[in-house]
């Protein structure tokens, strides 16, 4: 989108805005100061970046090209957009999650009831929720060592999103966006081919990154019945499909861009300490799991709130909704993007990459390495090798729960994919079929986990 | 509007007291009051929510806030009684921010100490942390230096519950100090069994007996039924682990296993009591024979008898 088709009164009342909330102030200053010092972004001249609150923002701005859902990059401008309710959700989430120093002692993965529970708190009033938790490391009892540490994982989160949208400009993008959320204002998808068509692409994906389903290797291989059937409804969106084609390998370049930059991020602060290095990698991993993990929840609620009996609240009663009928599973495309790559897929390839990068564990045997740290806690200064161990643990545990907890959308997509052969079998047999999946809930994830060496 | 008055006594006499620091955490949910009793503590009379030993005025519009406080805090309850945690929390929350608007310091730091309780019970520690963190700032600020050990002992026990260990051990610790300069046997009892049970998951077994058997003084000054169950059954498991001294073992385990204490074993604490008690019995049996077991067993447990 070039410059002179955007709404001059728009940009200008953003760039006379900033934030007023000291929190979010600092931690965005800190943010671009470590931006604009990266190598990666020598090449972009000119560079802003904007923040809109939808709360405050005017009509215009709200109707224009700068609004975002999360953030957004308009190549014309060399501008990034970033949306404060989004970073205030963030904070919430990030806040959440560090009243637990290691991720087992996290409250809200014992159950997905307190995963939801956690989204709905957020959701009710997200100010006073950060409110809240903000109290617990100010006051009588203050803690400026947790606060530091929060504002720094919010820093490196804030990055690993940011560093996004800088990839779409880097790329040659003319616009971007992070991701797309399921909206509860908007009714779910309720086109099987279109559906069929969406989910065949994320199945794709998954399996490129080795996320199959077994028993469904026949949804993944192109030659497949399945996919014939897919193959025939994806002749009717054939512009639409190309467009997302192009969409997705932005999204993948933008990605890989982002993860090049916090990883360089990473470099420069290790640069004359390895110790800060592991506690970095420790709280970037941090942020990008509690990020995935949170949306996928939102989008899980919204999309459950949309459903009968309106409510989500486990792996069971997702079990028990799926199964009432085929159409589940086209309207279960809603939680996949149309355009962007899923939420915790990225979050997996993310880490991955960055822990590939700083540390050699996935190039370690695997009957000599083990993901758990015989620390059950983050030992004192006087134990570094111990420290090192334990925010090692902590980043690999947070990795591989993010690739456990893939397993509820690989099976929603691989389904919903075949839902079209389905269908056509459904109808020549001339009866009705049930067909049940088992869900993993949150809790029975962690419990995997905890068996994984 | 006069508040009603109520002295401690009368709140240490409901059969389920969970007064500050009445209920050590062992890190297993046996030991945890069941959600009934806090809708019955809840529910109860404001008399039991406003506990003083002296006379405090309340605005009408304070009351009005407390209850919609407890009002909330009870849908809340109810919801984690229907297996509803989701929505409980949100119940919870809401309770937590309806105590934020009592203008009376007092008052408020009351409420949210007894949420604090409240969320811990329920199974959300997180929502505890923030209540306790309240309390104890209210506490500092109003110097309420008894309640505000009571109230880093909850804060202890919320992230016991996260985790958190060494803020849960500093936590315990700084209560413990305050509970030993006031006299307070009771709730330094129940401070020590909680940092015991901290040190003993270290591997620090020796500390953690130690402390256990500290504890068990502290009882003897100020007897407290739960929390003495809650020690010697920690104690039993530290005796048996390092396979130590076996009478000590088996008197801790008669004391356990007496008329006065078995009965008041939480009914998911009863299976892991015997087996580790026949484990000692075993154990001391081996060391110092009797000729005719059963007869000694009916003697020494009579309890366990049949």
């Given at each position: 989108?070039?410059?002179?088709?955007?709404?001059?009164?728009?940009?200008?009342?953003?760039?006379?805005?900033?934030?007023?909330?000291?929190?979010?102030?600092?931690?965005?200053?800190?943010?671009?100061?470590?931006?604009?010092?990266?190598?990666?972004?020598?090449?972009?001249?000119?560079?802003?970046?904007?923040?809109?609150?939808?709360?405050?923002?005017?009509?215009?701005?709200?109707?224009?090209?700068?609004?975002?859902?999360?953030?957004?990059?308009?190549?014309?401008?060399?501008?990034?957009?970033?949306?404060?309710?989004?970073?205030?959700?963030?904070?919430?989430?990030?806040?959440?999650?560090?009243?637990?120093?290691?991720?087992?002692?996290?409250?809200?993965?014992?159950?997905?009831?307190?995963?939801?529970?956690?989204?709905?708190?957020?959701?009710?009033?997200?100010?006073?929720?950060?409110?809240?938790?903000?109290?617990?490391?100010?006051?009588?009892?203050?803690?400026?060592?947790?606060?530091?540490?929060?504002?720094?994982?919010?820093?490196?989160?804030?990055?690993?999103?940011?560093?996004?949208?800088?990839?779409?400009?880097?790329?040659?993008?003319?616009?971007?966006?992070?991701?797309?959320?399921?909206?509860?204002?908007?009714?779910?998808?309720?086109?099987?081919?279109?559906?069929?068509?969406?989910?065949?692409?994320?199945?794709?994906?998954?399996?490129?990154?080795?996320?199959?389903?077994?028993?469904?290797?026949?949804?993944?291989?192109?030659?497949?019945?399945?996919?014939?059937?897919?193959?025939?409804?994806?002749?009717?969106?054939?512009?639409?499909?190309?467009?997302?084609?192009?969409?997705?390998?932005?999204?993948?370049?933008?990605?890989?861009?982002?993860?090049?930059?916090?990883?360089?991020?990473?470099?420069?602060?290790?640069?004359?300490?390895?110790?800060?290095?592991?506690?970095?990698?420790?709280?970037?991993?941090?942020?990008?799991?509690?990020?995935?993990?949170?949306?996928?929840?939102?989008?899980?609620?919204?999309?459950?709130?949309?459903?009968?009996?309106?409510?989500?609240?486990?792996?069971?009663?997702?079990?028990?909704?799926?199964?009432?009928?085929?159409?589940?599973?086209?309207?279960?495309?809603?939680?996949?993007?149309?355009?962007?790559?899923?939420?915790?897929?990225?979050?997996?390839?993310?880490?991955?990459?960055?822990?590939?990068?700083?540390?050699?564990?996935?190039?370690?045997?695997?009957?000599?390495?083990?993901?758990?740290?015989?620390?059950?806690?983050?030992?004192?200064?006087?134990?570094?090798?111990?420290?090192?161990?334990?925010?090692?643990?902590?980043?690999?545990?947070?990795?591989?729960?993010?690739?456990?907890?893939?397993?509820?959308?690989?099976?929603?997509?691989?389904?919903?994919?075949?839902?079209?052969?389905?269908?056509?079998?459904?109808?020549?047999?001339?009866?009705?079929?049930?067909?049940?999946?088992?869900?993993?809930?949150?809790?029975?994830?962690?419990?995997?986990?905890?068996?994984?060496? | 509007?006069?508040?009603?008055?109520?002295?401690?006594?009368?709140?240490?006499?409901?059969?389920?007291?969970?007064?500050?620091?009445?209920?050590?955490?062992?890190?297993?949910?046996?030991?945890?009051?069941?959600?009934?009793?806090?809708?019955?503590?809840?529910?109860?009379?404001?008399r039991m929510i406003v506990l003083t030993d002296h006379l405090w005025t309340i605005t009408a519009m304070d009351e009005e806030i407390a209850k919609a406080t407890t009002a909330e805090a009870n849908e809340g309850i109810e919801k984690v009684l229907a297996g509803r945690a989701d929505e409980a929390s949100v119940?919870?929350?809401?309770?937590?921010?309806?105590?934020?608007?009592?203008?009376?310091?007092?008052?408020?730091?009351?409420?949210?100490?007894?949420?604090?309780?409240?969320?811990?019970?329920?199974?959300?520690?997180?929502?505890?942390?923030?209540?306790?963190?309240?309390?104890?700032?209210?506490?500092?600020?109003?110097?309420?230096?008894?309640?505000?050990?009571?109230?880093?002992?909850?804060?202890?026990?919320?992230?016991?519950?996260?985790?958190?260990?060494?803020?849960?051990?500093?936590?315990?610790?700084?209560?413990?100090?305050?509970?030993?300069?006031?006299?307070?046997?009771?709730?330094?009892?129940?401070?020590?069994?909680?940092?015991?049970?901290?040190?003993?998951?270290?591997?620090?077994?020796?500390?953690?007996?130690?402390?256990?058997?500290?504890?068990?003084?502290?009882?003897?000054?100020?007897?407290?039924?739960?929390?003495?169950?809650?020690?010697?059954?920690?104690?039993?498991?530290?005796?048996?682990?390092?396979k130590r001294d076996a009478k000590a073992a088996l008197q801790n385990a008669r004391e356990l296993c007496s008329e006065r204490l078995m009965g008041k074993i939480p009914p998911p604490q009863v299976g892991p009591t015997k087996q580790f008690v026949a484990d000692v019995i075993a154990r001391y049996l081996k060391?110092?024979?009797?000729?005719?077991?059963?007869?000694?067993?009916?003697?020494?447990?009579?309890?366990?008898?049949?």
């Open positions: 989108m070039s410059s002179a088709k955007l709404p001059h009164t728009a940009r200008a009342e953003l760039d006379a805005y900033s934030p007023t909330d000291p929190v979010i102030g600092d931690v965005l200053q800190r943010t671009w100061s470590a931006i604009v010092e990266l190598r990666a972004v020598e090449p972009l001249e000119k560079l802003s970046l904007l923040i809109m609150n939808p709360a405050v923002a005017s009509a215009d701005v709200l109707a224009s090209p700068y609004f975002t859902e999360n953030c957004l990059a308009l190549r014309g401008e060399m501008t990034i957009v970033l949306n404060e309710r989004f970073w205030l959700e963030l904070e919430g989430a990030v806040r959440a999650f560090a009243q637990s120093e290691s991720l087992l002692g996290t409250q809200y993965l014992k159950s997905d009831a307190q995963l939801f529970g956690l989204v709905r708190q957020m959701q009710h009033d997200p100010q006073k929720f950060v409110e809240r938790l903000r109290k617990t490391t100010a006051g009588a009892g203050a803690d400026p060592a947790a606060e530091a540490q929060i504002r720094d994982e919010l820093e490196m989160v804030t990055l690993f999103f940011l560093g996004h949208e800088l990839g779409h400009l880097l790329s040659g993008h003319e616009s971007g966006a992070f991701g797309a959320f399921v909206d509860p204002d908007e009714p779910l998808e309720a086109r099987m081919d279109a559906a069929v068509v969406r989910l065949c692409r994320h199945v794709d994906e998954f399996n490129e990154a080795k996320f199959g389903l077994p028993g469904f290797q026949r949804v993944g291989n192109a030659k497949s019945e399945v996919r014939r059937v897919a193959a025939s409804y994806r002749a009717r969106f054939k512009e639409l499909y190309s467009r997302q084609e192009t969409f997705f390998a932005n999204e993948e370049s933008a990605d890989e861009w982002a993860n090049r930059i916090v990883i360089e991020y990473l470099e420069r602060r290790s640069a004359n300490d390895d110790l800060e290095g592991r506690r970095s990698l420790y709280l970037v991993s941090r942020g990008i799991f509690v990020a995935a993990l949170y949306s996928w929840y939102r989008d899980l609620d919204a999309f459950g709130s949309k459903m009968e009996p309106g409510i989500l609240n486990d792996a069971a009663n997702l079990y028990v909704t799926m199964m009432k009928s085929r159409a589940q599973y086209i309207h279960a495309a809603s939680l996949f993007g149309e355009l962007h790559r899923f939420t915790l897929l990225r979050a997996a390839l993310a880490l991955e990459a960055i822990i590939r990068a700083r540390t050699d564990w996935l190039d370690q045997p695997a009957d000599t390495r083990s993901i758990h740290s015989p620390h059950a806690e983050l030992p004192p200064v006087t134990n570094p090798e111990g420290r090192r161990q334990w925010w090692l643990s902590e980043a690999l545990r947070r990795y591989f729960l993010v690739c456990i907890s893939m397993d509820t959308a690989v099976k929603l997509a691989n389904v919903g994919c075949a839902t079209g052969w389905i269908s056509d079998m459904d109808r020549k047999r001339g009866t009705p079929q049930m067909l049940g999946m088992n869900f993993e809930s949150i809790g029975a994830a962690v419990q995997r986990l905890r068996g994984l060496r | 509007m006069l508040a009603v008055v109520s002295g401690w006594a009368e709140y240490a006499e409901l059969p389920w007291a969970f007064g500050p620091g009445r209920s050590p955490r062992m890190g297993r949910p046996a030991d945890r009051l069941s959600p009934v009793c806090l809708i019955r503590f809840v529910l109860n009379d404001r119940h919870f929350t809401n309770a937590l921010d309806r105590v934020g608007q009592i203008v009376n310091d007092r008052v408020r730091r009351d409420e949210l100490s007894l949420l604090a309780g409240a969320f811990d019970h329920c199974g959300f520690p997180d929502l505890a942390l923030m209540a306790a963190q309240q309390a104890i700032d209210l506490d500092k600020t109003l110097g309420l230096d008894a309640l505000l050990a009571s109230d880093m002992l909850a804060l202890g026990n919320a992230h016991a519950s996260m985790e958190n260990t060494t803020k849960a051990e500093a936590a315990f610790r700084q209560a413990l100090a305050v509970f030993i300069d006031q006299n307070n046997f009771g709730d330094a009892a129940s401070a020590t069994t909680n940092i015991a049970a901290i040190v003993a998951n270290r591997g620090e077994m020796d500390d953690a007996i130690e402390l256990l058997e500290k504890s068990l003084g502290y009882l003897e000054q100020s007897p407290f039924d739960e929390t003495e169950i809650q020690t010697r059954f920690a104690l039993l498991q530290a005796l048996e682990i390092t060391e110092y024979p009797v000729a005719d077991k059963k007869k000694w067993k009916a003697a020494n447990f009579p309890t366990l008898a049949g």
